[in-house]
């Protein structure tokens, strides 16, 4: 069961209900990835930098602190730590001496969180690597994530990576690895996960505390199937409202030679709304993955066939870019989008 929160305890990735990465020691479809850490250990050459790459929400950061959790408890031995233990709880909490995590979180008294880790935060956090390590244990700093970094933070991240101390060791996640700098990339083991498939993410949901609602088994098939092998993904795609709009955007793009325009304006005032932008995402990411499998579907085509396609979705993702950064009415996005594929459906068929 996931410990009790203050409501001013927020920290990016948070699921309501459930426990944080750090809380937990459930880690599946990552044993490969797990042995590397094992492997390297047993044979004296743990790099001082680990790059742990994959997709949001497949498990990233509970396989960072797994591994610290064994380095802090057992430095030589790197066996498995129980939940009990001392040095569990001490993670747990982010109050074991030897351990740091960069990550936004909202700092007390402030209404939202950060939108960047900031330089200040990471100086102060490095500072752990420039004392003695308690009973010569292990350092470790847990970066989650490194696209939170900005410029700033970012270097000053790397001035460390270049001439780490003895016994340091940095776990840094990464969504997309490719964004970061290079330099950081060259200083690290690249280390990446795949996603998890959809029996696996199944299994993480199946096994969340009893506070989390028990989802039936239709429901959570689906929301496995459209996770992408993310567990974050599919425990907002267990969400009824936002599932309905998924829902209803997959039957009006499959409908799109000919537009339900009542529909259609429908779903663009549910968009709309202020606090709409985790459903504009889920219509979103819904239109480029039933995009993408028919782009894939109709592959070996003549690809003008498939260009006025392609066009529309890059308009489309171009249009809600522009939304979410000038703050823009999004129903105008919506209601184009549809109106440019009913426009790319019908040149599609004449073409044919």
């Known amino acids: 069961m996931p410990p009790e929160r203050d409501p001013d305890d927020v920290e990016a990735g948070d699921l309501a209900g459930l426990p944080r990465p750090r809380e937990t020691d459930r880690l599946v479809g990552h044993a490969q990835a797990e042995a590397a850490f094992a492997t390297a250990h047993a044979a004296g050459r743990l790099h001082h930098a680990w790059l742990i790459a994959g997709p949001q929400g497949i498990g990233k950061a509970t396989l960072a602190y797994r591994v610290a959790r064994r380095l802090l408890a057992d430095p030589e031995g790197f066996s498995a730590v129980a939940p009990d233990h001392p040095v569990a709880r001490k993670v747990a909490a982010l109050s074991h001496p030897n351990l740091v995590a960069l990550r936004r979180h909202r700092a007390p008294g402030t209404k939202t969180l950060p939108t960047r880790i900031p330089v200040d935060a990471v100086r102060r956090a490095l500072d752990l690597f420039g004392s003695t390590a308690g009973n010569e244990g292990w350092r470790i700093c847990i970066v989650d994530s490194a696209e939170d970094l900005n410029a700033n933070s970012a270097n000053a ?170 703050n823009l009415d999004r129903r105008p996005v919506v209601l184009a989008l549809f109106a440019d594929l009913a426009g790319a459906t019908s040149a599609g068929t004449a073409r044919t």
């Open 157 to 326: 991240l790397l001035k460390m990576l270049e001439e780490p101390p003895p016994r340091a060791l940095f776990l840094i996640l990464a969504h997309a690895p490719g964004r970061l700098l290079p330099t950081i990339r060259s200083r690290c083991r690249m280390l990446s996960l795949r996603p998890l498939a959809e029996a696996e993410v199944a299994e993480v949901v199946s096994g969340f505390p009893q506070s989390f609602a028990r989802p039936d088994a239709e429901a959570l098939a689906r929301a496995a199937a459209l996770a992408e092998g993310s567990v974050a993904r599919a425990v907002a795609m267990l969400d009824p409202v936002r599932a309905g709009i998924v829902a209803e955007t997959e039957t009006l793009l499959a409908r799109r030679a000919h537009p339900d325009w009542t529909r259609v304006l429908a779903l663009a005032e549910r968009l709309a709304g202020r606090d709409a932008e985790p459903l504009f995402e889920a219509a979103q990411e819904t239109v480029q993955r039933v995009v993408s499998a028919e782009l894939q579907a109709r592959r070996h085509e003549p690809p003008a066939r498939l260009a006025a396609l392609v066009e529309v979705c890059d308009k489309f993702a171009r249009a809600a870019r522009e939304a979410a950064i000038y």
